[in-house]
């Protein structure tokens, strides 16, 4: 079985951004405060961290041969999009990234703060705003080694204007994490029908159809708005047993990792490729404080 959960939505209530759905906002804003409970509804959150942290971490020191051991992503400038409470900045900025979280719920980034505080380490590495990714489009254009996008992209009014913001803050050759989840009758009757209304893993109404995209149509919008896509895998959540796997099939959940063409560049030209095989990122794992 597998099941979505939310981070967040992309800008303040009042933003004009065309990503922006006011309604999402609005309707997670009493969510804020439940960030870091482990067994509340992120909890399936704190799970993915298992597989999307190497994920996001093996495929960006394939691009850092010089990657201290310790600290992999020293060096690495990344842009958490949605970022909620940090459930995924803290343990990126941890392996050395200077991590830039981002949401438009004020109290998000409030917890996010707060529970940073608690790792002086973090103060340096780990720095939260409340924006949108489009309020980034004045001063941070091409300023990010990665994006990443967890759980963010079916819940935007506009993908296509989403994934070119996306495009325009990544450095030329720079990174997008993507993980979202696939527009099937599987993906409605596990992620909302099983999820929402029999088993009451998220409130009812956390998810919209509608909203739900198959790799097919993000692949699509992605190369014809710049990107290569590198990587499409597949992801299981099993809510028995808390825990999430890398899949052969992409009908419920699916990360993708594309890459920022190079002014100029064809895409036989990039150096990655399109691998079938299951990553190592699916099989590492990381300790977490």
Known sequence: MSVLFLICCLSRPYSTAPSVDPMEVKKFQAWSAKWWDEEGVYCALHAMNDIRVPFIRDILMRKNHNHDVGSPLTGIKLLDVGCGGGLLSEPLGRLGASVMGIDPVEDNIRTGDLHKSFDPDLDQRVQYRHCSLEDLLENDMESFDAVVASEVVEHVNDVESFIQSCFQV??????????TINKTKLSYLLGILLAEKVMTLV????????????????????????FVVDMLRGMLYNPLMGSWRWFDDTSVNYAIHAVKMVAQEQPTDVTYEKEQDQPKAAEASIEYE
């Open 203 to 226: 409130p009812e109404g956390t998810h919209d159809w509608d909203k739900f995209i198959s790799p097919v149509e993000l692949e699509r919008l992605l190369e014809s708005n710049g």
């Open 170 to 179: 990544l450095k030329p050759g720079g990174s997008l994490f993507i993980t």
